[in-house]
């Protein structure tokens, strides 16, 4: 049996230690136990830990030790996914100023993954984005990805 293939952007991260939303950091520490059990393939890509950096201290050394505890893909974000990325943009899905969550969308097309797991809503995780990413999916000759938040895989929802 094929593991589906996740990509995580950095709001999944930044959950695993986010006391101010209980919830959210409660649903993605069940997910990272998924993860650390290999329920799920991962996929990152190189933004995930550009973004990581802004992350302050002990938050930054807390989630680098998560990381140690997965087996992930790692995804350079190169010209391809740059281009892909700005299709998002130029179809009026996202402003330029949402162009890393662009290239994160990108990252997961270009690497074959099935889902999206964020907690970003207003640029990722809404109908908006999910319909766009259809679209682009599609006329790019990418197959269809499911875009959700990490609460959805903990169960077995996907």
């Known amino acids: 049996m094929n593991r589906i293939k996740i990509y995580l952007d950095t709001s999944v991260l930044s959950h695993l230690d986010a006391p101010d ?13 998924l993860l650390e059990s290999g329920v799920y393939g991962v996929v990152l890509s190189s933004v995930v830990f550009d973004e990581l950096t802004e992350c302050q201290e002990p938050k930054m050394s807390y989630i680098a030790k998560r990381l140690n ?9 190169d010209d391809a996914i740059v281009d892909l990325a700005s299709k998002f943009i130029d179809f009026g899905i996202l402003k330029e100023k949402s162009f890393d969550d662009c290239r994160h969308i990108a990252a997961a097309l270009m690497s074959g993954c099935e889902v999206i797991a964020s907690w970003n809503f207003k640029h990722i995780v809404n ?17 269809d990805i499911i875009i959700c938040t990490p609460a959805t895989l903990i169960d077995g929802g996907i």
Not at 69 to 77: A, D, Q
Not at 130 to 143: E, L, N, V, W, Y
């Open 127 to 143: 109908i908006k984005t999910m319909q766009g990413t259809k679209r682009i999916a599609t006329t790019s000759g990418f197959h």
């Open 69 to 77: 505890n997965i087996h992930y893909e790692l995804i350079e974000s």
């Open 21 to 33: 939303v209980p919830e959210k950091m409660e649903a993605t520490l069940k997910l990272w136990e």
